[in-house]
């Protein structure tokens, strides 16, 4: 099986660079998603050094996390749309230079809310460089290749994402938790002149034709998103009046922003993009399993240090099964997408993943921690795989004037899925156990958590699978003229 025959005929809108200059094109952009998941996961590791140096609690210093990840998903949709506007090379370059700049400042911060606020600005950056490296990806590279490139992408984020806590507590030690920030200072200018050097410079079209942005659309999407993100995180868990409260206005925000959508010449997200079955399917089944991959990395370590008495050491060593996996997978699932298609290695992906979830609570409870490193590597190499493919698959199906904003929906899935895992997974558990305390769970409890999780985990994937099969054979009959309208 292959790409629908509409996909693969789509023609490229963007001169393709030689071979030599691809690499280093690929090598800036690589760079780039490297720093903005490496910005989300250092930071984690200082949070116990920045309350002591602040003196403020560990509920109040979680917001330097916190403000980097929720930018991130606020901004992601406009950014890249703004990038299809004015220019993905220029609006790159502003991202680079922003991250770095407010690295440098975050460093130099002397109380917790001057930290909080470079974060923020932190995130406007980064999420500029999530959303345009896909779309320059698919831009720049030839669709025959273009299952390899996304697949490094994701090798390239997984490895950002499994160095940050090394690194960061080594920066941590040697030099204090300024490091922390700094580090990115001279990996950014690194990246910034990489791109400056080889990114081709934007269309003459782009540069000439007039910015039409919408600003009401994008407000709306942003509060609606900021309350849906705050409602997940609130509280630790805990969903009370303030989560309901802000949940509703999510919901509000939301109908608001589709109505607001269907007024503009010019929306902010062409609502003809959810009617194209690859691309609605595909967002939404990024969404559900990026929501079994947060579970795990949420409800591992209770497990493994409660149930099984593993202590830091050899948690965090099966922990790191997770995105090691992801990252030797990532490369080689984008070559056989390139060979054989997305919809085989997708479809691959989610019945690996399925497997994965399906055995895990047994797994782990007759092999212990080789049982649970074992199931977890099958989740994350089908993760991999299914990332691969459907970015591949959704990147293919985007017009060549909305790649930014199909990108940056991409990303915003894979955010929603990770915010939403971390609290309704966490509450899965919590339920499963039969105690809110799960710190103090016993081992019964416990795994009783942990196959109630996985078993929602299980059906989550499989839903994901559904989708997808949907979203390829719904694809075969629908009419490219569609997304021209609305």
């Not at 074992?374 to 790649?403: C, E, K, W």
Request: proline letters at 5%; aromatic letters at 6%; one cysteine or more.
């Amino acid at each position: 099986m292959s790409l629908p025959t509409s996909l693969e005929a789509a023609p490229a809108t963007a001169a393709t660079p030689p071979a030599p200059a691809l690499k280093r094109v690929l090598f800036s952009l690589s760079l780039s998603m490297l720093l903005s998941s490496l910005g989300t996961s250092i930071a984690n590791v200082a949070l116990p050094t920045l309350a002591q140096a602040f003196s403020v609690s560990f509920q109040a210093v979680q917001w330097v996390v916190l403000a980097y990840l929720l930018t991130i998903t606020v901004a992601i949709v406009a950014v890249g749309r703004l990038g299809d506007l004015v220019g993905r090379r220029r609006l790159m370059l502003w991202g680079l230079g922003v991250f770095t700049l407010a690295s440098l400042a975050g460093g130099a911060s002397t109380t917790l809310w001057q930290l909080i606020a470079a974060r923020v600005v932190q995130g406007l950056g980064a999420a500029t460089m999530m959303a345009l490296t896909m779309a320059l990806v698919s831009e720049r590279v030839p669709r025959h290749q273009a299952g390899s490139a996304m697949g490094l992408l994701g090798t390239v984020s997984a490895v950002g994402t499994a160095l940050g806590p090394t690194l960061g507590g080594l920066l941590i030690g040697v030099c204090g938790w300024n490091a922390v920030f700094w580090i990115n200072v001279p990996l950014g200018l690194l990246a910034l002149a990489m791109a400056h050097r080889h990114l081709p410079p934007d269309s003459a079209s782009t540069a000439a034709k007039p910015v039409r942005f919408d600003p009401v659309g994008t407000v709306l999407l942003a509060l609606s998103l900021a309350a849906y993100s705050l409602a997940m995180t609130l509280g630790r868990g805990a969903f009370g009046p303030i989560n309901a409260g802000l949940l509703l206005l999510a919901l509000l925000g939301l109908g608001a922003f589709v109505f607001a959508e269907t007024r503009v010449a010019a929306p902010l997200v062409r609502l003809s993009t959810f009617r194209h079955p690859v691309m609605a399917t595909g967002f939404a089944a990024s969404a559900l399993v990026t929501t079994v991959v947060m579970a795990t990395l949420v409800v591992g370590p209770f497990y493994l240090a409660g149930a099984l008495q593993l202590d830091a050491t050899h948690m965090g060593l099966v922990m790191s099964v997770g995105p090691a996996v992801a990252a030797v997978f990532g490369a080689p699932a984008g070559r056989l997408v390139d060979r054989v298609g997305s919809q085989p290695v997708g479809v691959a992906g989610l019945v690996t993943m399925f497997l994965g979830a399906a055995t895990l609570p047994v797994a782990a409870t007759t092999w212990g921690a080789a049982g649970y490193a074992g199931a977890l590597g099958l989740i994350t190499a089908g993760y991999a795989s299914f990332q691969s493919a459907n970015n591949t698959a959704v990147m293919a199906s985007a017009t060549a004037d909305q790649r930014g904003v199909v990108s940056g929906l991409l990303n915003l899935s894979r955010n929603l899925g990770l915010i939403t895992g971390a609290s309704a997974m966490g509450a899965v558990f919590s339920f499963g156990a039969s105690t809110s305390l799960v710190a103090t769970a016993s081992a019964e409890q416990l795994t009783g958590g942990l196959r109630l999780t996985f078993l929602v985990a299980a059906a989550l994937v499989a839903t994901g699978g559904v989708l997808t099969w949907w979203g390829a054979t719904a694809s075969r009959r629908f009419s490219p003229s569609a997304e021209t309208q609305a």
